[in-house]
């Protein structure tokens, strides 16, 4: 007789939706995290903060409302750390205890504490006082998440040379920064503090940054983030980090150096498998900390099942959370749909990016014909109120059957406004119903009606050439 039939450990949210999904089929489900790390590290280091004191940024700086009032509007002359923190605090508490009492209300019976395997069907639990206790399971589910990736060749200290976990911990707003790694986190960052006035300096081995992202989205990103003074340096690398007294100094292999009040790290994250005594169990890890599964999210122990950061890519809180309902559906022999290959991914940057589908290079790589239709929040009396004028909307449409390929958006709410696009993707929709439709005036949604007459009178007009 087992403890559970079905024992989570982690509880981000691949855990927390693995855990509620098994008890509501009936199970009894135990989830294993420490008591400071209730939510995982969405909820308390990573998505959840750091969207927040994006929000936060946003509305203290007045950056959004800057082409209305002028350049040098600000909410609050001297924004704080302490008024970042407080904001994200309030958000980080508020969550911690929706996830406590979703739980609770589901009777999945919580366990603090760090979880190892003993043996395939079991685990012990450290509550961090050296006391442990042991728990076995009919089946496993793994959802341990990461940990960002440090160098060893860097001395991270938590107050001048941090990594992504470390930016609520600084104890004021730098006056510059080193941003080494242009991936999603890095550039997040990078934005936030730019709109804060901080002189940014990102640093880049490859050539370009968010390679997964249409060319145009990241040239008008570009564009914009030069405009508040961040510099690139693409195709270069950081050899060492000097720390001092005032802050620390960045040499690259090129030789050049830069000085700065904070350098952070965003080389990635790691995955924690190596913490798990994997080999108890009958499995073992990657180089990354991530563990190998199947289409069903199984391990190659049939009974242990991983999901969300720990397995690798797309490591995003959506996919995640979808992941760990599959693998409790499956792991119950309850019948589930396979996870959906159309799958958006939003980037909070200032301003957003979001996207669904093909990018434009992926399609001419295919040799895909397509044709390309776009608005202009500028042009958009909505976009006028909210006063972004950088924004737009592109549309990426096949000229034979009228079916949307790609959606990119780059601006206010873009991360809100992808889903039109992915709704109407999925149900095999055509850039026809979106020129028929009726949008709410005024809208940013009413950007797809504008980018879709663009791409229809675009393909109108090559119809009339061929007569």
């Known amino acids: 007789m087992y403890d559970f039939d079905i024992l989570v450990i982690g509880s981000g949210p691949s855990g927390q939706k693995a855990a509620i999904a098994a008890t509501k089929l009936g199970r009894r489900v135990g989830v294993v995290d420490r008591r400071a790390m209730i939510g995982g590290v969405c909820i308390n280091t990573g998505t959840i903060p750091s969207k927040t004191l994006r929000e936060a940024v946003l509305y203290l ?48 019976t919580v366990i603090n504490g760090t979880a190892r395997f003993t043996d395939p069907h079991a685990v012990t639990v450290d509550d961090g006082t050296h006391h442990e206790a042991k728990y076995t399971a009919e089946k496993i589910i793994i959802a341990a998440g990461t940990r960002p990736a440090r160098p060893d060749s860097v001395a991270f200290d938590d107050r001048n040379v941090i990594d992504s976990d ?10 510059s920064m080193v941003v080494v790694g242009a991936g999603v986190i890095g550039i997040e960052y990078a934005s936030m503090f730019a709109a804060l006035g901080t002189k ?25 983030l030069r405009d508040l003074s961040v510099t690139f340096r ?33 080389a990635g994250r ?37 999901v969300g950061d720990v397995i690798g890519f797309p490591a995003l809180a959506s996919t995640s959370m979808e992941q760990g309902r599959m693998a409790a ?37 295919q040799q895909v014909p397509f044709e390309v239709g776009i608005s202009r929040y500028r042009e958009l009396a909505r976009g006028q109120i909210t006063g972004d004028a950088h924004g737009m909307l592109k549309l990426l449409v096949a ?22 696009g992915q709704a109407v993707m999925g149900c095999g929709g055509s850039v026809d119903y979106l020129v028929d439709a009726v949008f709410n005036y005024p809208t940013l949604a009413e950007s797809y009606k504008v980018a879709a007459l663009d791409a229809v009178n675009k393909m109108r007009h090559i119809d009339r050439l061929h007569g």
């Open 270 to 306: 790691q995955g924690v498998a190596s913490e798990l005594n994997l080999d108890a169990a009958g499995l073992a890890g990657d180089n990354r900390g991530r563990i190998k599964v199947d289409e069903h999210y199984r391990t190659d122990v049939p009974h242990i099942y991983a």
């Open 61 to 108: 700086s007045g950056l959004s409302q800057r082409d209305m009032y002028g350049q040098s509007y600000r909410l609050k002359d001297d924004v704080t750390m302490d008024d970042l923190s407080s904001r994200t605090q309030h958000v980080i508490s508020r969550q911690i205890d929706v996830i406590r009492s979703q739980l609770a209300r589901n009777r999945v």
């Open 329 to 365: 559906y499956h792991a119950c022999d309850e019948p589930v749909h396979a996870l959906m290959e159309l799958q958006p991914i939003g980037i909070y940057t200032i301003p957003e990016i979001s996207f669904v589908g093909k990018t434009e290079d992926e399609l001419t790589e």
């Open 234 to 266: 693409f195709g270069e690398e950081v050899a060492t980090v000097e720390q001092h007294q005032g802050g620390a100094i960045a040499t690259l292999v090129s030789g050049k150096r830069i000085a700065a009040d904070t350098v952070m790290y965003s």
């Open 166 to 175: 470390g930016v609520l911990n600084l104890e004021r707003i730098p006056r």
């Open 399 to 420: 000229p034979g059957d009228r079916s949307l390929l790609g959606v990119h958006v780059f601006g206010t709410g873009a991360t809100e406004l992808v889903h039109i």
């Open 200 to 224: 940014v300096t990102v640093v880049e081995r490859r050539t370009r940054m968010l390679e997964f992202v249409d060319l145009e989205i990241i040239e008008a990103l570009k564009y914009h």
